[in-house]
């Protein structure tokens, strides 16, 4: 892989890019958010190791301007020193696509790089999708609700929303949900929670109302049309 450090602690930076580079991946790394963020624009990297808290621009700016201002899907996982859900929320609707709480072992960070890069090459372009008023185009990456646009929604919510309209009315489990969208059943239910929370937030700005129902004890499922 290709991978792109954006991390302002030497020590940690040093760390990650020998670590890497010695597993045999090609490392370019940014110790600040603005040059972080014009090598992961120009760079065509694999995946992107990011630090929240950067000098000049945050990890979560980088990240929504690298999602909303230029378009561009490369998997970030972000790296922070703070672990509560509010912290994760946030990264998440900043277009994060997993997280890390430091310190953390170098053999998880490429584990996890992997796996978001596997997911990324494995994607099989689909037709567009339309579920009542709801319509994805997973080449373009638009959706629209009831005739409006929803943006801000990162690969990982793309890919539960498309999840769930692919069967909608079905009730689908929280397994067969992060089954599809992670690769395998995340050890907790937060990742699953905080990127459903995200979804569900835009769809209802955008829509006027929140198509995702949580089925109690069961999981949840997609009523794309408003009940009267």
Not at 133 to 154: C, E, H, M, Q, Y
Request: hydrophobic share 40%.
């Amino acid at each position: 892989m290709r991978i792109l450090i954006i991390e302002d602690d030497p020590a940690i930076a040093a760390n990650l890019y020998d670590y890497l580079q010695a597993q045999g991946h090609a490392v370019d790394a940014a110790s600040d958010g603005v040059s972080g963020l014009h090598l992961a624009v120009a760079g065509g990297f694999d995946a992107i190791v990011l630090d929240v808290g950067l000098p000049g621009m945050s990890g979560s700016t980088l990240c929504r301007k690298l999602r909303e201002e230029a378009n561009n899907d490369t998997p970030v996982l972000m790296l922070t020193a703070r672990d509560t859900l509010e912290d994760k929320l946030e990264g998440f609707a900043r277009g994060a696509d997993d997280y890390l709480v430091k310190p953390f072992a170098l053999k998880e960070v490429e584990a996890r790089l992997a796996a978001l890069h596997k997911r990324r090459a494995g994607r099989v372009v689909q037709r567009p999708l339309a579920a009542g008023d709801i319509t994805f185009d997973p080449r373009t990456l638009a959706v629209r609700f009831r005739g409006a646009d929803v943006n801000k929604l990162s690969p990982k919510c793309l890919r539960l929303l498309e999840t769930l309209m692919a069967e909608p009315e079905r009730v689908f489990s929280r397994k067969e949900i992060e089954t599809a969208v992670w690769g395998d059943q995340q050890e907790t239910s937060d990742t699953l929670r905080s990127h459903m929370h995200v979804l569900r937030r835009e769809l209802a700005q955008a829509g006027g109302y929140d198509p995702i129902e949580n089925v109690h004890g069961l999981g949840y499922r997609l009523v794309p049309r408003e009940k009267a």
